[in-house]
């Protein structure tokens, strides 16, 4: 506020003060909020997702991804903000936030999510080449799953084999919609949209007439070719390039490997 | 004083492969020369290391393999009744595994093309002796019939998986596997 000439009243300061009480000037120094106890700065606007992975903290997350917008279906990076539950993706920080992340209550509730995904879906690691790079699976060692502990589904759900480069597993698909967002929002082709009824129809879709990839432009170097988080787009003739042991998710925790935004 | 003398009672254990691959007996057996200490903390029941027919009071079961046929369910519930502690040990009894792939077809179909039409293979018809026992429609992990204590993922554990789980159960704390040691592959 400026003060203009000689006399600066009692009244005006007074509400300079409130003013500061009620809307902290954004400096750095006050856009901080706790997570689990430790300081997190953060740019106004940003989420609590978003400023915890600039710091290099990780909240467990599968359908969240630094480059998109936020989706906020997943509900595993669900987190308690003074107290609340809520998902640390579409939540803005604010300066002072108490957030508690990885304490055993929320682990627990994240490890029964996981859960129920991989009972949902045809989630058989052995055979599949996503194994070690996947981000379901590594959530799950993160989260020490030990087993699916809900009944099995085993959903019947063929594979698209339609493509040239591209194979399209339906069985691992999370519905995270990563793939959707790809499309549209990067490559500009839409052609994955999120569809079907109930638990076990419900999945990813092909935009096409005959529902069929090949039946698309969708092409080996679009962005949605590689963004799928679990097995589900996978680019064909290439397996076990990298051998199993040597994997992105072998060599660390993914808690330990917390991912930036691509510049 | 005098008991306190004498070694310990060693733990019994029974294992058994149901519909599994003996891959993760064999990742048992991969513990190598630990085998040796091993045997000074625990004795074997039914086993397919013991060929014991039948599963007698046990503080410890291994279960491999996921449920495929009526003879598996009731060997299960064979070793529920008889373990104190049971443990789902690999991929196949903890989600099905691979004989689970067979969960989206027809049964029938699959018998049919295996035994009757399918080239390549010998056309014998289905087999229908009474003394085998009848397949179940899908192949269930055993955590869905009876009680598990403890899951061992891997396909299979690894050997120091097997090795941490076991002396972990044995000096009585709750066994962790951690990154490097939990795998589902």
Redesign the interface.
């Known amino acids: 506020m400026k003060t203009s000439k000689s006399e600066v009243s009692v009244q005006a300061n007074a509400r300079e003060a409130r003013v500061k009480a009620d809307r902290p000037a954004e400096t750095k120094a006050n856009n901080i909020f706790q997570l689990d106890g430790e300081d997190v700065p953060f740019t106004p606007g940003q989420t609590i997702m978003q400023a915890a992975t600039a710091n290099g903290t990780y909240i467990p997350h599968l359908c969240w991804h630094p480059d998109f917008s936020a989706h906020g279906s997943c509900k595993l990076c669900t987190v308690k903000v003074n107290g609340h539950f809520g998902s640390s993706c579409t939540i803005e920080a604010q300066p002072g936030m108490e957030v508690e992340n990885r304490t055993m209550e929320l682990d627990d509730k994240r490890r029964t999510l996981l859960q129920m995904l991989?009972v949902e879906g045809?989630?058989?690691?052995?055979?599949?080449e996503k194994?070690?790079n996947c981000t379901l699976?590594a959530t799950?060692?993160e989260l020490?799953m030990?087993?699916?502990?809900f009944?099995?589904f085993?959903?019947?759900?063929p594979v698209d084999a339609s493509h040239p480069d591209i194979l399209l597993d339906f069985n691992r698909c999370i519905m995270c919609a990563l793939c959707v967002a790809a499309s549209r929002d990067v490559d500009g082709k839409n052609i994955f949209a999120m569809g079907g009824r109930g638990l076990l129809g419900r999945r990813v879709h092909i935009s096409s007439e005959s529902g069929k990839l090949a039946d698309t432009d969708f092409a080996a170097t679009d962005r949605a070719a590689s963004i799928c988080p679990v097995g589900v787009i996978l680019p064909k003739r290439k397996g076990f390039a990298i051998p199993?042991g040597q994997r992105t998710y072998?060599l660390?925790?993914i808690s330990r490997q917390v991912k930036k935004a691509t510049p | 004083m005098n008991a306190s003398l004498s070694p310990p009672k060693k733990l019994r254990v029974a294992t058994t492969s149901l519909a599994g691959c003996f891959g993760c007996h064999m990742s048992f057996l991969d513990i190598d020369e630990r085998l040796l200490k091993l045997l000074d903390l625990i004795e074997f029941d039914r086993s397919p290391l013991t060929d014991i027919k039948h599963c007698g009071p046990c503080d410890l079961g291994f279960i491999e393999g996921g449920l495929c046929n009526a003879e598996n369910v009731h060997v299960l519930r064979e070793f529920r009744a008889h373990c104190k502690i049971l443990v789902?040990v690999g991929?196949c009894a903890?989600?099905?595994?691979?004989p689970?792939?067979r969960?989206?077809l027809d049964l029938r179909d699959v018998l049919e093309e295996v035994y009757q039409t399918e080239a390549g293979l010998s056309h014998g018809g289905i087999p229908n002796d009474p003394e085998l026992p009848l397949p179940l429609n899908?192949v269930?992990?055993i955590?869905?019939v009876v009680k598990?204590d403890?899951?061992?993922?891997g396909?299979p554990p690894s050997a120091d998986a097997i090795w941490k789980f076991l002396t972990d159960l044995l000096a009585g704390r709750t066994p962790?596997?951690g990154?490097?040691l939990?795998?589902?592959?």
């Open positions: 991989f045809n989630h058989f690691c052995p055979s599949c194994s070690g699976q799950a060692y020490n030990m087993s699916p502990h009944d099995m085993y959903p019947d759900r199993i072998d660390a925790p | 789902a991929a903890i989600n099905g595994g691979l689970a792939q969960n989206h899908k269930h992990p955590h869905e598990i403890y899951f061992l993922p396909c962790t596997l990154h490097g939990l795998h589902y592959d």
